[in-house]
């Protein structure tokens, strides 16, 4: 009995151990950003997320991993016809993540074969609806058309496409030649007119100043008149002012003289002297025509009798 009892506990024991192995090979922990499409049966059952899961062995099976994560797809250049006619190499890059494994495992055979195609195409339909000029100014409005075109393709396929670019855009050789011609050609014409606009500003502020500084002069030479001008005024009138002190000042002495007078009671000889004298200053101006009063004429007359008996 011992003999027989030991391999029936050594068989048995394997046949735990393989359990054991059996039930760990089919537990799953599901990491974050993945996603496991489950079949059973041959038959689509179930997705599982991020967690601990336990996969019925021999019955079920792990049919796809997925990624979650947002997925960048860089495809080559594509040749591509404009619309006036001019043969381009365009490549494209694709941003887009996974939104229904299931969809995405089972949805299309070689998923990524199938969005390069369909950008492909996309891209020769947009572009040949556009001039060479138009392609290269108006990438932002084919990157828009492009995304809304795919992300409706591919929707189901569990597939969300977030933007499109295109990284490079290749025209022909000598196209390149010519916008580069071109473009040289404007750079010229630019620096041409802003260097015409930078002597006509200079002209300008050259003309602006002399005109300001022929405005400064005119307005010097005219303060400079107004104070001459004033000057010579109150010259004027300081004289003005000085003769007419003077004149007022002789006029007193007149007075006092006069008044002295008339307080010393002279006689009408002394008033025929006075009268003589002031007929003498009469005399030494500059009038041609002296009128004497008759009065005057005999006591002139008496004084030059008096003169020649006195020098007999």
Known sequence: MPGLIAPGLIALGVIIVLLLVVVIANIKIVPQSKAYVIERLGAYHTTWETGFHVKIPFIERVAKIVSLKEKVADFPPQPVITKDNVTMQI?????????????????????????ENLTATTLRNIIGELDLDHTLTSRDT???????????ATDPWGIKV???????????????????????????????????????ASAVLV?????????????????????RAEAVREAKIREAEGEAEA????????????????????????????????????????????????????????ATGLKEVIKD
């Open 142 to 152: 084919i990157n828009a058309k492009i995304r809304v075109i795919l992300d409706e």
């Open 247 to 302: 004149i007022l000042k002789v006029q007193q002495a007149l007075g006092e003289g006069i008044k002295l007078l008339n307080e010393a009671n002279p006689n009408q000889s002394v008033l025929t002297l006075k009268s003589l004298e002031a007929m003498q200053k009469v005399a030494d101006g500059k009038a041609t025509k002296i009128i004497i009063p008759s009065e005057l004429q005999g006591i002139a007359g008496l």
């Open 162 to 200: 977030n933007r499109v670019e295109l990284k490079n855009i290749l025209p022909p050789r000598e196209i390149q030649e010519a916008m580069e011609k071109q473009m040289k050609a404007e750079r010229e014409r630019r620096e041409a007119i802003l260097k015409a606009e930078g002597e006509k």
């Open 91 to 115: 490549d494209t890059v694709v941003y887009f993540l996974i939104t229904d494994p299931k969809l995405y495992a089972y949805g299309v055979e070689s998923p990524m074969a199938a969005i």
């Open 207 to 227: 003309a602006e100043g002399r005109k300001e500084a022929q405005i400064l002069d005119a307005e010097a030479e005219k303060q400079a008149a107004i104070l």
